[in-house]
């Protein structure tokens, strides 16, 4: 499944996966699709999600993203906060090691 949420000027994805395996359903739907949905509506940006080191010869590059959940239980949330900012310091650098790797050029 893959879904695709919509604002005036941008598409963002996601893409859960199939229960089949068919060999480029997961670029199709997670990538070419939203690309030509963009150039036919006008929109000036597509996020397709988070995660993935293949989507930089797809011309992604890493992109910090947000989640608003809200953890109700204290002791849990704490918890969550601890382990998400390690987690959020990993994938600072990670995405540093990912950007000599850009497809574009700085002018």
């Not at 499944?1 to 598409?11: G, I």
């Not at 395996?21 to 000036?44: V, W």
């Not at 011309?59 to 900012?85: C, D, K, M, N, Q």
Request: proline share 7%; aromatic share 14%.
């Amino acid at each position: 499944m893959a879904l695709m949420l919509r604002s005036s000027t941008a598409l963002y994805g996601r893409y859960w996966g199939s229960s089949v395996d068919i060999p480029g359903l997961h670029f199709e739907a997670c990538y070419y699709q939203g690309i030509e949905y963009c150039l036919r509506e006008g929109l000036s940006m597509f996020e397709p999600g988070a995660q993935g080191e293949h989507k930089i010869a797809r011309g992604f590059l890493p992109t910090p993203t947000r989640s608003y959940h809200y953890i109700a239980e204290p002791r849990f949330r704490t918890a969550v906060r601890a382990s998400l900012v390690r987690e959020g310091e990993a994938l600072h650098d990670y995405r540093r090691g990912l950007l000599p790797h850009s497809p574009y050029r700085e002018s």
